[in-house]
């Protein structure tokens, strides 16, 4: 199983970054796809989450109007794009894959991270 983010960077306030995230070594479709969040000195955080067919999609509320998530079921990638970037949007962000049977089993899989910093 691999999740491999990529797109960060340094980015000025007001500007955008479109993060992907490409998954192999599961049945990707069978996963709903979630972008979390970790800046120094601060637990992680949920970002965003979307269903495993794209039909649901969910924010934080600081993210609402600002972020969009979505995914690519054909290409097995989900993507992240980020507009009018604030310097608290700072931080790593990972791609998690989550499937919860219907017996309860947690299949949670998670990227090594890239990194957004929103600096002027």
């Known amino acids: 199983v691999q999740l491999v983010e990529s797109g960060g960077g340094l980015v000025q306030p007001g500007g955008s970054l479109r993060l992907s995230c490409a998954a192999s070594g599961f049945t990707f479709s069978s996963y709903a796809m979630r972008w979390h969040r970790q800046a120094p000195g601060k637990e992680r955080e949920l970002v965003a989450a979307?269903?495993?067919?794209?039909?649901?999609?969910n924010y934080a509320d600081s993210m609402k109007g600002r972020f969009t998530i979505s995914r690519d079921n054909a290409k097995n990638n989900v993507y992240l794009q980020m507009n009018s970037l604030k310097p608290d949007d700072t931080a790593v962000y990972y791609c998690?894959?989550?499937?919860?049977?219907?017996?309860?089993?947690?299949?949670?899989?998670w990227g090594q991270g890239t990194q957004v910093t929103v600096s002027s």
């Open positions: 979307i269903s495993s067919n794209g039909g649901s999609t």
């Open positions: 998690n894959a989550l499937r919860i049977t219907s017996t309860g089993v947690r299949y949670d899989y």
